[in-house]
């Protein structure tokens, strides 16, 4: 089976702009979940999708969204970006999302904010 | 609120030697599950090992085991006969179905690097 793909893998964006990642889960896979990883604040979960439905989100301001297709794939959305934006992007995906089921991840989109 | 706590920042291990690497967690939740990932400098985050808050064994998976005490609230990683290719970020993350359910908490990581 072929693992959780992301795209793009590296992006630089100016402040103000918008950007939009993609997420595509192993197959079969329908909980799609995403997180933010900067080296001052560590890993954190930033939204999980199932069944094109957000079920949970983190403590993040607005500004991020995110969405879930028919197939599984998912994308995030950061509008107005700022500085502290600047971070690996991870997502997961696992069967169901549930709390005993692992959650595989994609390689990570490195966004930097100039 | 559910919390992991990883307090090496970093560790050496001589090559072929077994290293622990430690984990403590807090939750009030009675099941819970319990990861490890490895991330190397690429970025990717690698699932290792799974232990859930009911399984009566320790988890082992190849040369990785998970010394889980529960009294103590902590799931310790061990890595035997160490090879230069895991030399990365560890982490232990903690997902329940309390309160932020469908998420990992993760801790704030261990760099293992590994001596020839």
């Known amino acids: 089976k072929a693992g959780v793909t992301q795209t793009p893998r590296y992006l630089i964006k100016t402040r103000g702009q918008q950007v939009t990642l993609s997420c595509s889960p192993i197959?079969?896979?329908?909980?799609v979940s995403w997180y933010q990883q900067t080296p001052g604040q560590g890993l954190q979960f930033l939204f999980e999708?199932?069944?094109?439905?957000?079920?949970n989100k983190g403590n993040f301001p607005g500004r991020f969204s995110g969405r879930q297709f028919s197939n599984s794939r998912s994308e995030m959305n950061v509008s107005t970006l700022e500085l502290g934006d600047s971070a690996l992007y991870l997502c997961?995906?696992?069967?169901?999302?549930?709390?005993?089921?692992?959650?595989?991840f994609g390689p990570g989109t490195r966004l930097l904010v100039l | 609120a559910q919390k992991i706590t990883q307090t090496q920042p970093g560790m050496f291990v001589q090559e072929k030697e077994a290293v622990t690497l430690d984990c403590t967690y807090d939750?009030?939740?009675?099941?819970?599950?319990l990861f490890w990932y490895k991330q190397p400098s690429s970025g990717e985050m690698i699932f290792l090992i799974y232990q859930g808050s009911y399984d009566q064994q320790n988890a082992t998976e190849g040369r990785y085991s998970l010394n889980f005490q529960k009294a103590r609230k902590s799931a310790n990683l061990v890595i035997s006969a160490s090879q230069l290719g895991d030399s990365a970020m560890y982490f232990c993350?903690?997902?329940?179905?309390?309160?932020?359910?469908?998420?990992?908490?993760f801790g704030k990581g261990t760099k293992l690097s590994v001596i020839p």
């Open positions: 997961a995906s696992s069967l169901q999302g549930a709390h005993q089921e692992t959650q595989y």
């Open positions: 197959s079969g896979h329908r909980s």
């Open positions: 993350a903690m997902s329940s179905p309390g309160a932020g359910s469908y998420q990992l908490t």
């Open positions: 999708y199932f069944s094109e439905t957000q079920r």
């Open positions: 939750t009030s939740d009675p099941s819970y599950g």
